[in-house]
């Protein structure tokens, strides 16, 4: 398991956090559906906004991808077709101070388990760890182990906000190697997502 395990974790939700109940916001969800592009559906429920691709695409693993299989003319090799999709969650927008103190308190965790299982002394190589006796082996499991049940306490930290709301955005490009094809269609679901970033950071 990738060192990063512990960067990816700051964006996992805290179990037992405040609930938020936003009532929907129709001016927000109208902007949406005023900027949907053509082939694209969304709805609303409550805090939360779904803006779906109607068309299914392929997707593929761009990091492991070989070169040649990179694709031209048709899917690459192990593509998958599926539903591509926006999904957005708001709420009252967080302040900068509750977003440092949300940072403090996921980085003081993830460091004391750091530090607990002595990481530094163990080599890393490309963000994995090499174990290099049965020691260390065993301090890497319990690591890995560690920070799996640790996402679990880390605070959700909002990836985007305008002067009303702080945002929760995932979408079908939110994996790290994901990527789309065709190009064409790579290209559309980027400029949609480009798009309602946008929008959603100037909602007022």
Partial sequence: MKKQILLIATFVMLSGVKAFSQQMDSALVDSVKKHLPN?????????????????????????????????????????????????????????????????????????????????????????????????????????????????????EIPNASSPKYSYYIKSSFSFPGQEVWPHSASSEVAEVETLFNQLLRSFK
Avoid: H
């Fill in 39 to 155: 082939g694209w559906s969304t709805s609303a429920q409550g805090n939360k906004i779904a803006i779906t691709k109607k068309d299914s695409i392929w997707f593929y693993n761009g990091i492991n991808a070989p070169v040649e299989m990179i694709p031209s003319d048709k899917p690459p090799f192990a593509a998958m077709k599926g539903v591509y999709k926006i999904e957005i969650r708001y709420e009252k927008r967080w302040s900068d101070k509750s977003i440092k103190n949300a940072l403090k308190s996921n980085a003081e965790k993830m460091n004391a388990v750091y530090k607990k299982y002595n990481m530094d002394s163990i080599p890393n190589k490309m963000g994995d760890y090499a174990p290099r006796n049965a020691d260390e082996e065993k301090r890497v499991e319990g690591y890995n182990k560690e920070c799996i049940e640790l996402q679990k306490t880390l605070i």
